[in-house]
């Protein structure tokens, strides 16, 4: 069996126990049931105007894909997206600025219960809708992949491993050609769900290494800086030596490593990426539709790739101004869409959600509260 074929049969089960016992399931909408039938072309609904989002930087391939599909489908809506990075990206949305938002992480239960005023009295909702194996990347020249622990690559972050040829790094890797090369570790300068997905994963899996909390602001003074995921990567391009964490899609030129998973040094995939996600548990006690996910990283099954980023849409329960709220539940029911989720992974390498995930935010679509709808239209 192969490892995709694994995953989805582990969501099938683990996703299929998960929904049962949250409140308000005829509201949420099983797979199968008549308002999850796929509309008709006839009854397409029609979407025009201009449109803003922003957030996560780790979306952006993804986000131009799918902003490419829907306009095809859509050729009267006219939509922006700007990679401001996470934090920004729901401070933005939180202020009403935007559309929507994407963040690396989902909203804070603070966050959550701040976003009444943008949302006209409804909530915000996060909304999984991009899976990415976040890769250590670095430029060594001649090496295209290491095998390096969550220790180690905490220790290169911390600056207590300097150099190339350090003992940890050999030890791990006996035929590769290690230089006596200086390490410049690299790490975003801005708000990032990036970096708090990597910490996250450092400090429950190193937290020896590294005992800081999780968090999207670099914690230590250590290596260079840079902004956003082309900064960090275009920094360790010209760096030799430069190592840095970053969504994988933005890496294919650069060398990266395997990281260990209980006894065995396993290679980012969208697939192994998905795994994690597939037997990780939602967060409990959020908004109804509402799909955060507590990711297990301390995962020791070969098939699994723990070091990965979830990445959310964030939008609104309810829109009083009816034009961005037709727009918002369109646009993501095409992204969770197959040929959305087909889209982002032929752009971006992402990993393409479960179909019990898809059906999960398609009823959250659906459910989106468009003010002064017309009885019939709400009943649908």
């Known amino acids: 069996m192969s490892t995709s074929q694994y995953t989805r049969l ?10 049962l016992p949250v409140a308000g ?44 599909g829907f306009q095809e489908q859509h050729p009267e809506a006219d939509i922006s997206y700007d990679p401001v990075g996470s934090g920004d990206g729901r401070e933005a949305f939180l202020a009403g600025g935007t559309a929507f938002g994407a963040s690396d ?25 991009y899976i990415s194996p976040i890769a250590v990347a670095f430029n060594l020249d001649g090496v295209e992949q290491l095998n390096l622990s969550s220790d180690v690559i905490a220790k290169i972050f911390t600056g207590q491993i300097t150099r190339w040829n350090d003992p940890a790094i050999v030890a791990a890797n006996p035929e590769a050609k290690l230089p006596a090369l200086g390490i410049t570790p690299v790490h975003r300068s801005d708000d990032s769900g990036t970096t708090e997905n990597f910490t996250d994963y450092l400090h429950a899996t190193a937290s020896e290494a590294w005992p800081h909390t999780p968090d999207g602001i670099w ?40 990281i260990l998973v209980g006894d065995e040094y396993v290679p980012y995939s969208a697939d192994a990426a998905a795994a994690v996600v597939d037997v990780s548990p939602r967060i409990e006690n959020r908004y109804e539709h509402d ?36 727009f918002v539940k369109e646009f993501v029911d095409y992204v969770a869409s197959t040929e959305g989720q087909e889209r982002a992974a032929e752009a971006a390498g992402s990993a393409v959600i479960s179909p019990d995930v898809q059906d999960w935010i398609g009823a959250a679509a659906k459910a989106i509260y468009l003010t002064q709808e017309r009885p019939e239209e709400q009943a649908g």
Request: charged share 15%.
């Open 219 to 258: 914690p230590l003074p250590e290596g260079f800086a840079a902004e956003g995921t082309g900064g960090v990567t275009d920094t360790v391009r010209s760096t030799p030596g430069g190592i840095t964490y970053a969504d994988a899609s933005r890496t294919t030129d650069l060398g990266r490593a395997a």
């Open 291 to 326: 799909l955060a996910f507590s990711l297990d990283r301390t995962i020791d099954k070969p098939f699994a790739y723990p070091m990965v980023l979830v990445s959310y849409l964030v939008v609104c329960s309810r829109y009083d101004d009816r034009a961005k709220g037709t």
């Open 10 to 19: 582990v969501s099938a089960a683990t996703v299929g126990a998960l929904v």
């Open 25 to 68: 399931c005829a509201a949420i909408g099983l797979p199968g049931s008549e308002a999850d039938a796929a509309p008709t072309a006839a009854a397409r609904v029609v979407v025009s105007g201009s449109f803003q989002g922003a957030g996560a930087s780790s979306q952006e391939s993804a986000m131009e894909a799918w902003i490419t």
């Open 105 to 129: 992480v989902a909203l804070s239960d603070e966050e959550m219960a701040a976003s009444g005023p943008a949302c006209d009295g409804g909530n915000a909702i996060d909304l999984p809708v």
